[in-house]
């Protein structure tokens, strides 16, 4: 069992836990994520470890309330455990000793990930830039934690309700226009985004490097299910990744995968919302 510790709500749609798990926050490094059953008839559900207290023997998550699984996470409080946490999986983010200046952008929750990815590099030292792109002003999080480990953020929102109106690719190329040399981009959210910031990078050959989200089971690479396809190959993001060179990913083919139970996920929420409706009525 392991012991939830500590919980904030940062939105409507998100939570932030931290849970003792002495041995995986000795040995987690950023980029890599954990898979967690709330209780035995629980499925398996892979999050990135948002960060890591080695010394107090805990690992944070945050995440989105966007199934059955993550809203059971949801409603546990401190002092609750859940009953596996396994990790951490997957391959720590690599960053070549000759960069020296990087671009961090993430994307919604994404942020979260990009989170442990900016607070190492910003450690070792590197000018480190990071664009946080959300909808709008209700949904910002982690806003001083990116300004404590950045040497500048840029938020953005599609709406202009807070920071700068636009897009993440917007600022990015406004930062490239304005003179600045990036060795390396990190972009992390939603797979659309992550694909146009790619397209933004190519022209400028800036090594870019984003975390995939297939559909994951078992973590260890033998159910297939998290398969994508980088550099015309078929690789694995669970044992592979989740870090890939977003230059050599195929994004349309993973936005398809992605879809595939995307008609029974509607399903299911349509038969949440009615049993909601009939609670109501009660």
Do not use: W
Not at 129 to 136: H, M, P
Not at 143 to 152: H, I, Q
Not at 251 to 269: I, S
Request: aromatic content about 8%; charged content about 25%; overall charge negative.
């Amino acid at each position: 069992m392991f012991p939830i510790v500590e919980k904030t709500v940062l939105n409507q749609d998100v939570v932030k836990i931290k849970i003792s798990a002495p041995l995986i926050a000795k040995k987690a490094l950023p980029g890599q994520f954990i898979i967690f059953r709330v209780d035995e008839y629980g499925e398996r559900v892979p999050l990135t470890i948002a960060d890591y207290d080695r010394e107090g023997g805990t690992i944070t998550l945050i995440f989105q309330l966007v199934g059955n699984s993550t809203r059971q996470l949801a409603q546990l409080e401190e002092g609750d455990s859940i009953l596996d946490l396994v990790g951490p999986l997957g391959v720590a983010t690599e960053i070549p000793d000759d960069v020296k200046s990087v671009c961090v952008i993430g994307g919604g929750v994404g942020c979260a990930i990009a989170y442990p990815q900016a607070k190492a590099l910003f450690n070792k030292g590197l000018d480190v830039d990071v664009i946080a792109g959300f909808r709008n002003k209700d949904i910002v999080i982690l806003e001083d934690e990116f300004k404590a480990a950045s040497t500048n953020l840029y938020v953005c929102t599609d709406d202009g309700s807070y920071g700068t109106k636009g897009f993440v690719t917007n600022m990015l190329q406004e930062q490239i226009d304005s003179g600045k040399k990036y060795d390396m981009v990190i972009a992390i959210g939603p797979i659309p985004m992550m694909k146009f910031v790619c397209k933004v990078t190519e022209p400028y050959a800036i090594k870019t490097i984003v975390s995939l989200n297939p559909v994951m089971i078992d973590g260890t690479g033998m159910c297939g299910g998290c398969r994508v396809t980088v550099g015309g190959k078929i690789r694995y993001a669970c044992v592979d990744g989740p870090d890939f060179d977003g230059h050599q990913v195929d994004f349309d083919e993973l936005m398809r995968r992605n879809g595939t139970y995307r008609e029974q996920e509607h399903e299911c929420r349509m038969m949440k919302q009615a049993d909601n409706l009939q609670q109501t009525d009660k």
